[in-house]
């Protein structure tokens, strides 16, 4: 679809989304359910799958999609096994966001398996958005979360291989957190994502996956966005925020993550040295997704099928 089709200008001149004019080309998404996920997670995007069939809702797709990867141990990105940062300690981050415009979020989260749930936990139970740390633990027992050793055999490894040299890491070293969008049957929107973030990072680092507006953003009346990559660059523009307002003003979800990361190529004098990756979802179930560098992996299901994407960085 072109820009110029999705506006229709009000008497104001405002411009418009045109789904949200009933007889508009783009007004329902035919396909729904519909999920994109960063990289390729086949298992979280069926569970989510099989939930949204079932007529369940966004938010509990997203949420049941990510606990998958969190509970895999041989994963070390996301949830136990997770690789520890740089004192050895897994620290974990993560947030929820509903249609409603709901969120919750954890950060600097230690020995609980499943942040994502701690995240939703925070959102439907408390008056707050986020809970750090000790504060977050604490709440997460509370709730009956279980504490657990979340750095396995494989991680410890890795992290004592790492302190021989303490060689210098990115997010792009150690990819794949997982941020998951969906839309469920009543065409209601959610996101979440989870990670383990930068592996060997400073103790106490929090990265973009817990801000809302930063790693994840939901407008159920636009469309969502979440993000991968170097967390401090994506919350320096706010980017899964402003892909929806780019949204809003009428790019595709492509043009939009395109849009987003073209300013930071801008402030980083055109070649940034780092990786951001951006999955995007529209109110009519249209997808896209953009990457800074290198490639970037995604995965799309609609129509009940589920299929894998490459997308090229933008510079190389
Ligand atoms: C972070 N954005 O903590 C995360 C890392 C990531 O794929 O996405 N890795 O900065």
Known sequence: MKRRDFFKRSIFGLSIPSFIFGNS???????????????NYPKANEIA????????????????????????????????????????????DSSVMDSRGNCGSVAFLQNIIHPVSVARKVMDDTKHVMLVGDGAKKFALSKGFKHKNLLTKKSSKAWREWLKNKRNMSPHDTHDTISMLAQDHNGDLAGACTTGGWAYKMHGRVGDSPIIGAGLYVDNEIGSAAATGLGEEVIKISGSFLVVELMRQGYSPTEACEKALSRVIKGHNGNPDFQIGFIAMRKDGEVGSACLKWSFDYLVSKNMNTKLYKVKGLIN
């Open 25 to 39: 080309k783009v007004s329902r998404n035919k396909n729904k359910p519909v999920i994109i996920t960063t990289w």
């Open 49 to 92: 799958l099989g939930l949204l069939d079932n007529h369940g809702n966004a938010i509990d797709a997203v949420e049941a999609g990510c606990r998958i990867v969190e509970a895999d141990e041989e994963n070390i990105y996301v949830g136990i096994g997770s690789l520890p940062d740089e004192n050895g300690k897994v620290t974990l």
